[in-house]
């Protein structure tokens, strides 16, 4: 559990992929041993992440859930990170911005209230009658249709692992237990680039997927793993 094992799935320049639901369906073979594992949950990071994952989940046969995470902006220079609040209320915090810019515990905690708001309304309008997936004890596969900074997917990952209890926690090492990337692409530019189609996400289509992936008719042509 302590490897970090990265698997690169092209050479400097990388692929191009037509758009998500394409990429998802490139990096769910490379995600094929989970097949065999019926703890796994696939967790889409919105908007676009969700695409991406609902065709991992399809090929692996897992559950599919969406893990909502919202940026904590510093005021005033609101695209610098100073942490994020994930699905679960969990909340990561850039200690060396926080401390570097004196951030005061006021300013960090109305700015989390306000993005925990809007995420509490992202995950009900995604999920609606839905429950939350139980996580604990699972394997969780987080997804989502590009790294720039890798600032988001971190929290994300931070934050899941908040969500696992303490005895699991000190026995896992590293940020991750493994990454696969379908493309890196080099010199790196913007994740856009990676994609002849890559229209913005629209929360429409995030529910659409999340209710298609919950039908009853689609989980039953998956393997049974148990």
Known sequence: MTRQD?????RPGGRVFGDRREAGRVLAGHLSHYRSDATAVVLGLPRGGVP???EVANAIGAPLDV???????????EELAMGAIASGGVIVL??????SLRIADDVV????ELEGRELARLEHLFRAERPTLELRGRTSILV????ATGA??????QALRRLAPASTCRELQG?????????TREPFRAVGLAYRDFAQTSDEEVSELLSSAAAPSRNSDRIDLG
């Not at 990265?6 to 092209?10: D, G, T, V």
């Not at 905690?109 to 989390?112: E, L, Q, Y």
């Open 175 to 183: 940020v991750a237990d493994e990454v696969v990337c379908a493309t």
């Open 109 to 112: 905690r109305r700015v989390a």
């Open 152 to 157: 988001t997917m971190l929290a994300a990952i």
């Open 144 to 147: 989502d249709d590009g790294l």
């Open 94 to 99: 850039n200690d060396d911005i926080v401390q």
């Open 67 to 77: 893990f909502v995470v919202r940026k904590l902006g510093v005021p005033g220079q």
């Open 6 to 10: 990265e698997r690169l799935a092209s």
């Open 52 to 54: 991406v994952a609902y």
